[in-house]
């Protein structure tokens, strides 16, 4: 993302924390029947293959976690004076990029999860950002409190 003449970041939002420890809690638990397969089968084989299988299985999965976690941690929405840049990661290598100027939004819609979004651990949700054409829409999912960064942009607009 290159800055415009005039055009100065105001704030750059990261996905939010907790919805990134339910995928990590989630592949831990798909991690176990994996690990207990091997243990069960290391019995019959010596020790030092028992420790190398152990030593692959374990560094397969952390290779797994950091992998979702440099997709997760890699995503963000930047709203400068002029525009809002959103910079999606599908894989490691591939991004998607959308970007929309502040005076082409038609409409913000927020989406936050329940009555718990009163908490910071749980304010988190969806934000869909669209321009009157529909060229641009931009979806970011687990936006860390999606109704602040909705007053956010609507503030911008009308300065």
Do not use: C
């Not at 704030?11 to 176990?32: C, D, E, G, S």
């Not at 019995?43 to 997760?72: E, K, N, P, R």
């Not at 990661?89 to 005076?103: G, P, V």
């Not at 718990?116 to 529909?134: H, K, Q, R, V």
């Amino acid at each position: 993302m290159k800055l415009r003449e005039g055009e100065h970041i105001l704030k750059t939002f990261k996905h939010h924390p907790m919805p990134f420890a339910w995928q990590v809690l989630k592949a831990l638990v798909l991690m176990i029947p994996f690990y207990l397969i091997v243990s069960i089968f290391s019995t019959d084989l010596s020790v030092g293959w028992a420790v190398i299988v152990h030593i692959v299985t374990i560094s397969f999965f952390s290779l797994i976690l950091l992998y979702m976690t440099l997709i997760y941690w890699m995503d963000k929405l930047v709203v400068t004076n002029q525009r809002v840049v959103y910079k999606n990661y599908k894989y490691l290598t591939i991004s998607e990029e959308a970007e929309t100027f502040l005076d082409d939004i038609q409409d913000i819609t927020t989406k936050e999860n329940g009555i718990l979004s009163y908490f910071w651990i749980f304010d988190y949700g969806l934000i869909t950002i669209e321009t009157p054409a529909s060229d641009v829409t931009i979806v970011f999912e687990d936006a860390p409190d999606p109704e602040g960064i909705r007053q956010l942009i609507f503030h911008t607009r009308k300065q």
